[in-house]
């Protein structure tokens, strides 16, 4: 199984910025993407950014140029870098893995438990 903890979520006025991180643990394999996902009330789950074996990035049209996912490997951590954030940035943001756990296993998906980011005007 592999655990996802994140933190960092938070109340921010616009424009400001903040920094959301997860670390994947347990007993794993190997892992392949780790991305974020975000979903506000009413709406459903949507891709904020995903990073594919350590240096494919891949970023919502909303997102991009303000938002950066990074990862820490030696750590099965993961980082979203938010700048400039925006009221409609306001979400329960979900840090999502896809990893295997052993070398003949199927990939699976694994998400947090969700941090919230709201962002006042």
């Known amino acids: 199984q592999v655990q996802l903890v994140e933190s960092g979520g938070g109340l921010v006025q616009a424009g400001g910025s903040l920094r959301l991180s997860c670390a994947a643990s347990?007993?794993?394999?190997?892992?392949?993407?780790m991305g974020w996902y975000r979903q506000a009330p009413g709406e459903q789950r949507e891709l904020v950014a995903t990073l594919t074996n350590g240096d494919s990035t891949n970023y919502a049209d909303a997102v991009k140029g303000r938002f950066t996912i990074s990862t820490d490997n030696a750590k099965n951590t993961v980082f979203l870098q938010m700048n400039s954030l925006e009221p409609e940035d306001t979400a329960v943001y979900y840090c999502?893995?896809?990893?295997?756990?052993?070398?003949?296993?199927?990939?699976?998906?694994?998400w947090g438990q969700g941090t919230q980011v709201t962002v006042s005007s």
């Open positions: 347990g007993s794993f394999f190997s892992i392949n993407v």
């Open positions: 999502n893995v896809v990893a295997r756990r052993f070398s003949f296993s199927d990939w699976r998906h694994y």
